[in-house]
Nanobody, 124 residues
Framework: QVQLVESGGGLVQAGGSLRLSCAASGRTSGMGWFRQAPGKEREFVAGITWSSGWSSGRTNYADSVKGRFGISRDNAKNTVYLQMNNLKPEDTAVYYC????????????????WGQGTQVTVSS
């Protein structure tokens, strides 16, 4: 069983930046971020997949955040970060961290474990 603890949400003005963190307990092979805005379905934001034989993780992003968001992982801390730059009001949502144990391709959006969510609000 993997537990996820998220942090880093908050209120920011349009054009600003925030960094979300997600610390995982237990072994994982991939983690990702999803978000859900009021009245909308949960959507994929970014993901990162890794294996012991790779020099670095492989990343995947939703088109809406490419060039603005960056996902990274600190292996020693078993923590994944989502750096969000040039934030827009439409980025306002609850952001959820997700994790999986089984190695899958980075484009595979199947995750087994979910965090409690952290609110990100971008004011115009």
């Amino acid at each position: 069983q993997v537990q996820l603890v998220e942090s880093g949400g908050g209120l920011v003005q349009a054009g600003g930046s925030l960094r979300l963190s997600c610390a995982a307990s237990g072994r994982t092979s991939g983690m990702g971020w999803f978000r859900q805005a009021p009245g909308k379905e949960r959507e994929f934001v970014a993901g990162i997949t890794w294996s012991s034989g790779w020099s670095s993780g492989r990343t995947n992003y939703a088109d809406s955040v490419k060039g603005r968001f960056g996902i990274s992982r600190d292996n020693a801390k078993n923590t994944v970060y989502l750096q969000m730059n040039n934030l827009k009001p439409e980025d306002t949502a609850v952001y959820y961290c997700a994790a999986r144990e089984r190695l899958r391709t980075v484009s595979d959006l199947t995750y087994d474990y979910w965090g409690q969510g952290t609110q990100v609000t971008v004011s115009s």
